[in-house]
């Protein structure tokens, strides 16, 4: 189809109007400092499902907790960073009556998981964001070491992956990613060419991902689903998010199994002494199914 929007300002290059290519817009914190395609990607994600207790992993000053936290029955901020935990504790004090912020590494937080449930009287995680500077995958591992998915759980990832690749010599995949893997590089264009890694490998970003959870939910029982994934436009990190529900015996209905909203096609039969015969018609319902 030949582009129209020259023509039409509100139109994209294949015709189609712009507003079926833009998601909903949140509320982010004024100065800029969360990516409008972080928010709104977690967000849609955040909706689909009722949030029960929902885990911020590197809540930083807050700025996803604030918008997680009207939405769910309970959540947990973990920061380390004295003076960003300062920031947390002024940012989320309006939600004093759901949040549990707690200043301390991650992986400690994450290896007395169990007890905190227990404390907490909360048994069913159904959210976790991980949000790093860096690679999340040793925290990712930890949580499905120390917590066994008995419900649908979705995850949030930002993971520098990219930027990993471009600044080391060699990437670990091994040990970041499960996966004993790697590739003839070849020779840089140039003692200084920090790309050498991601142009072999950037094509494969979204693939080593997500081996390396489908990796993890066969060693836990569980099956995971992609729900999106979207570089960065520094292309530096990827946004991406997962649905992690337990390992399925048979054939069986995902959507009907996930609690996804769905239009599903009804055959009604007419009466065959009408006028019109024996001629079917399609009455289209919106059906919600419930969560396993």
Known sequence: MASTSGRNPNECRWGLPKRFFKGPRYRIARGGELDPDKASLRMQVYEMFPQKLVLDLFAGKGLLSQLYAPHCRKIICVEKDVELFKALKRNMKRFSQKAILINDDNMNFLADLPRILRNIGEKT???????????????????????????????????????????????????????????????????????????????????????????????????????????????????SAYLIMPKLIGVTDFKKYAGIMTRVEIDEQEDPNSQHGSSRRRVLHNRLHSSR
């Open 125 to 239: 995680i159904t959210f976790v964001d991980f949000d790093p500077y860096g690679c999340p995958t040793p925290q990712i591992q930890k949580f499905f070491d120390v917590y066994q998915p008995k419900q649908n759980v979705a995850i949030a990832l930002t993971d520098g992956i990219l930027l990993n690749f471009r600044t080391w010599s060699s990437a670990d995949l091994r040990r970041y990613y499960l996966q004993d893997f790697y590739v003839d590089l070849g020779a840089k264009y140039s003692k200084d060419d920090r790309y050498h890694v991601t142009r072999k490998l950037g094509e494969y970003l979204f693939q080593i991902q997500k081996n390396f959870i489908d990796i993890l939910c066969m060693r836990h029982d569980l099956q995971a689903h992609p729900l999106y994934f979207k570089v960065k436009k520094s292309n530096t990190v990827v946004y």
